[in-house]
């Protein structure tokens, strides 16, 4: 299987989603995740960013789906893997995980 670099983009907030209550932050879910896929996939790079809905980056691109995010009041954070939606509010792993093996993405060994 070829592999391919993917991005992972986290859209979130400084305020947890009202949705959202007792739940991690948006910014802990983004280094919780990191942390995670980087001791799933050693040695396999990938591109991870947070993206806050409410200041986004000059990529028109991201702008456009931080405010789809907060038009749509979707449940933030919303991760997102080469532009699929792949978690929202609470994310879970296993999704995460299987989206990356889509791109070639190999579990490490367990010993």
Known sequence: MSFKQV???VYGAEVVCPSC???????????????AIKRKYPNQPFV??????FNPPDDEEKKAFAAKVIEEDLFY??????????????PKLKVI???????????????
């Open 7 to 9: 991005e992972i983009c």
């Open 48 to 53: 991870i960013s947070y993206i806050d809905i």
């Open 77 to 90: 954070p919303v991760v997102l893997i080469e532009g699929t939606i792949v978690g929202e509010g609470n």
């Open 97 to 111: 995980y299987e989206e990356m093996e889509k791109y070639g993405y190999q579990a490490a060994k367990q010993i």
């Open 21 to 35: 209550v007792n739940l991690p932050s948006s910014k802990e879910t983004y280094e919780w995740l990191e942390a």
